[in-house]
């Protein structure tokens, strides 16, 4: 089984620190494989580059950047 965690995010660069931090804690915990979405919807501030920090230690996450802000509505794929 493979889980796949998807988070729209705009404007976060204060608050991806913590993101990592507490999904990090959870997944340690998870017997499965696993992806983490992180969808930028538009942010102006430095979120893109912390989450590229962040995909810098972890494989398992990936970084999706909309070209501008369309509201979280549309930054969740569909599946």
């Not at 913590?18 to 494989?33: G, M, P, W």
Request: overall charge negative.
């Amino acid at each position: 089984m493979k889980l796949s965690i998807i988070s729209p995010v705009y404007n976060e660069q204060e608050t991806i620190p913590f993101l990592q931090t507490r999904l990090e804690k959870v997944i340690r915990n998870l017997n499965c494989s696993l992806e983490i979405i992180i969808v930028d919807d538009g942010s102006s501030d430095g979120t893109s580059d912390l989450v590229k920090e962040w995909i810098a230690v972890s494989a398992d996450i990936i970084l999706l950047e909309l070209s501008r802000n369309f509201g979280h509505q549309a930054a969740i794929p569909r599946v």
